[in-house]
């Protein structure tokens, strides 16, 4: 099966800056690619996602970029705030709605 | 729209019971999906059901299984309950079947004792 793996497992920034995420998946037939933002004791939600057929994609302070040939993907959170400190996870779906999800990423932005 | 609802929030449960979980999708939407999330495992995936029809499956035991009602609306079940089976259960809702947008519910947290 699919396997997708997630750097780093925690990261903190200082509100402004940058903070990028990366994800590496193992089946080249995978083509769907969503974020998902989980905050403490909260459910997952979606905040961007892009298809296999799409190199990168924006919107507002977020942006997803995709290498199929090297199969990652990367978030890419743009002035950090510290609303933005969350758990965040990556996946890949091939088929159906069955996702493989990487182990997450700990956001923290420090005011 | 009214989100995804599962209940109940909060189960308590003895190891060798079983445990019933319950999901509403989204108004409109027929795919519910189940995941289990732990700290150690994250977030992984247990079944799909669409139309009433299980679709795929992920790799747990068949203590693990699950139904989809024609109203859309979906259980799972976990019989022989072990420990290792506490964890979040959390199911998402999608529109369609081919990797759509997910919205996930609140989760129902499990505790094994």
Same mark, same amino acid.
């Given at each position: 099966g699919e396997n997708v793996?997630?750097?780093? @497992?925690t990261l903190s920034v200082q509100e402004g800056d940058s903070a990028v995420i990366k994800c590496t998946y193992s089946d080249s037939a995978s083509n769907y690619f969503p974020w998902y933002k989980q905050e403490l004791g909260k459910r997952p939600q979606l905040i961007i996602d892009i298809r296999s057929n799409v190199g990168e994609k924006k919107d507002q302070r977020i942006a997803v970029t995709l290498n199929k040939t090297a199969k990652h993907? @990367?978030?890419h959170i743009t002035e950090t705030q510290p609303e933005d400190s969350a758990v965040y996870f990556c996946a890949a779906s091939k088929t159906g709605n069955q996702?493989?999800?990487g182990t997450g990423t700990s956001l923290t932005v420090i005011p | 729209k009214a989100g995804v609802t599962q209940t109940p929030r909060y189960l308590i449960k003895t190891r060798g019971q079983q445990v019933t979980l319950s999901c509403s999708p989204i108004s409109g939407h027929r795919s519910v999906s189940w995941y289990q999330q732990t700290p150690g495992q994250g977030l992984q995936f247990l079944f799909e059901y669409f139309s009433e029809?299980?679709?795929?499956?992920?790799?747990f035991p068949g203590r693990f299984?699950?139904?989809q009602f024609s109203n859309s609306r979906s259980e799972m079940n976990v019989s022989t309950l072990e420990l290792g089976d506490s964890a979040l259960y959390l199911c998402a809702s999608s529109w369609g079947t081919e990797g759509g947008e997910?919205?996930?519910?609140?989760?129902?947290?499990l505790t094994v004792t």
């Open positions: 793996e997630q750097h780093p @497992s993907f @990367s978030l996702f493989y999800f | 029809t299980q679709r795929n499956k992920g790799n299984s699950g139904r997910q919205y996930f519910g609140p989760g129902t947290r």
